[in-house]
C-alpha cells in the first residue's frame, strides 16, 4: 500500500520561504521518479520539480527555477521543495506524486499522467 505524505505548507508573506516534505511508504523508492504539483483554484494542475531517486537527477518547471529546489533523503524515503522568494502566485495546493520509470530521462514533472500515486496535498497560501 504506497503512502505519500506531504508536510509544511502554510502561510507565508511575499519574499518567504517554505520547506515541503514528502514522506513515502510502501513503495520501491530508488531508481523511480517523485514529483510535486501543485493547482490553484479554477486552474489545472502543473508539475513543479522532480527527482530521479537513483542519481538524484533533478527537473523543475522553467516558472520556478532559481528559487524552488527539490532534493531527498533516501534514507528516510523523504523528498523535499524547498520554495524561496514566495509571491502570491505561486499559493495553491501542492501534490507529492511518484511514478515507476525506467530511466532519469524519464522522470519529468510535465505531466501529471504519468505519476500513478498522489499525496493528499498541502497548501501554500502566499500573501
Known amino acids: 500500500h504506497v503512502q505519500l505524505v506531504e508536510s509544511g505548507g502554510g502561510s507565508v508573506q511575499a519574499g518567504g520561504s517554505l520547506r515541503l516534505s514528502c514522506a513515502a511508504s510502501?513503495?520501491?523508492?530508488?531508481?523511480?521518479?517523485m514529483g510535486w504539483f501543485r493547482q490553484a483554484p479554477g486552474k489545472e494542475r502543473e508539475g513543479v520539480a522532480a527527482?530521479?531517486?537513483?542519481?538524484?537527477?533533478?527537473y523543475y518547471a522553467d516558472s520556478v527555477k532559481g528559487r524552488f529546489t527539490i532534493s531527498q533523503d533516501n534514507a528516510k524515503m523523504t523528498v523535499y521543495l524547498q520554495m524561496n522568494s514566495l509571491q502570491p502566485e505561486v499559493t495553491a495546493m501542492y501534490y507529492c506524486?511518484?511514478?515507476?520509470?525506467?530511466?532519469?530521462?524519464?522522470?519529468?514533472?510535465?505531466?501529471?499522467?504519468?505519476?500513478?500515486?498522489w499525496g493528499q496535498g498541502t497548501q501554500v497560501t502566499v500573501s
Open positions: 506524486a511518484a511514478a515507476h520509470v525506467g530511466h532519469s530521462d524519464y522522470c519529468l514533472a510535465d505531466n501529471a499522467a504519468d505519476f500513478g500515486y
Open positions: 510502501g513503495y520501491t523508492y530508488s531508481s523511480n521518479c
Open positions: 527527482i530521479y531517486t537513483g542519481y538524484g537527477s533533478t
